[in-house]
């Protein structure tokens, strides 16, 4: 798990150079593009976005999904489970990035960095997302994810319902608490997720990352 | 009270809440930017609309292709105020659309019968959506 978030990590990132800017950065044109696609069809991506997410953008990224995987012939249940997990993945990353200063002051049309890739081949896919949030964030984050990991199946199932009943104060209210059952309910394997600094953020942020299979 | 509509886009259902005809539908996607807003006006409307029913027979049709989490938490509560009318007196029923491949669909409509015990609800299983 972790050398492969490491991958993702270089290429979320600028610094230092990772093989997709390393590609496109140095002058020769004609083996660029060569190196590029050759890299994404060698690593599975299937998808692949690092930018300012919006709902237009979550919208369009859905329906670009949706047909790749229709020409891949996924099977559909995968498909469902696939860009559910996206729009919950890209919807956490508009709701909960660190760039505004709290939950309550967001409005709509909000923009906000995520990165978002999914890879996959023959039925099994892999859909990794990562965004900044504030330092303060980490610990219950990393506290509420911990404990769904441990679930299993049952006890995911149980959490989901008690939820979905449960009286939720507005401060929750994007959310519900249930996004992140919902996706280790889909995922084919426990859940992982890493914190990390980053030096370009700063000590104010970390960098959040999430691994699902599917 | 006046109806109320709203078109379905790519990522919002479309509305079709004819109070005057007690048939009330929900169809399409279902991911809006604020699931808060999207369903709280609705479900104040709904609320104003349930409150003044009297031994009153009403249709809710539901049939969503997929909701993220929030709109889930909300859904789910919008459902409570129609087993509330079901428990004031009036006969109320869900009936369910999914696609017969999707298990979550399925499984949310069966925790909705579980849950909401004097709604009547009918599960249609949809085949080739």
């Known amino acids: 798990m972790n050398i492969a978030l490491k991958e993702f990590a270089q290429i979320a990132q600028a610094i230092p150079a990772p093989p997709i800017a390393r590609f496109v950065m140095s002058g020769d044109g004609e083996s660029n593009v060569q190196d590029f696609r050759s890299f994404a069809l060698r690593e599975n991506v299937i998808f692949f976005f690092s930018g300012y997410l919006s709902q237009a953008v979550i919208n369009t990224c859905a329906e670009t999904i949706r047909a790749r995987l229709d020409r891949l012939e996924a099977p559909s249940k995968i498909k469902r489970k696939l860009l559910a997990a996206f729009i919950e993945i890209a919807q956490n990353v508009v709701h909960y990035s660190s760039e505004s200063s709290t939950p309550a002051d967001q409005d709509d049309g909000e923009f906000r960095f995520g990165t978002i890739c999914i890879t996959g081949t023959d039925g099994k896919f892999v859909i990794m997302g990562s965004n900044p949030i504030l330092f303060s964030s980490e610990p219950h984050l990393r506290g509420r994810l911990e404990s769904i990991r441990a679930m299993n199946e049952e006890e995911l199932r149980r959490a989901y319902r008690e939820r979905l009943s449960a009286e939720e104060s507005e401060e929750h209210s994007k959310g519900g608490g249930l996004g992140f059952l919902m996706l280790a309910r889909d995922a084919s394997a426990p859940i992982e997720f890493q914190f990390a600094q980053d030096p370009e953020w700063g000590d104010m942020f970390r960098m959040f990352y999430l691994r699902i299979a599917i | ?129």
């Not at chain 2, 005809?21 to 991911?31: A, I, M, P, V």
């Not at chain 2, 104003?48 to 993220?68: A, H, I």
């Not at chain 2, 989490?69 to 909300?74: I, P, Q, R």
Request: negative net charge; hydrophobic residues 35%; aromatic residues 14%.
């Open chain 2, 1 to 129: 009270m006046s109806n109320f509509y709203l078109p379905g886009t790519k990522h919002t259902p479309e509305v079709d809440f004819r109070y005057s005809e007690h048939r009330l539908s929900l169809k399409g996607e279902c991911f809006p930017e604020n699931a808060v807003k999207f369903f709280g006006d609705l479900m104040d409307r709904t609320q104003t609309y349930l409150s003044g029913l009297k031994g009153q027979m009403v249709e809710v049709n539901v049939q969503l292709t997929y909701f993220n989490s929030a709109s889930t938490k909300l859904l789910f509560k919008m459902i409570a105020d129609f087993d509330a009318a079901s428990q004031a007196g009036n006969l109320v029923t869900l009936n369910w659309y999914y696609d017969e491949e999707d298990d979550t669909l399925e499984e949310f409509g069966r925790d909705i019968e579980d849950e909401y015990t004097s709604l009547k609800v009918e599960m249609h299983a949809l085949s080739a959506l």
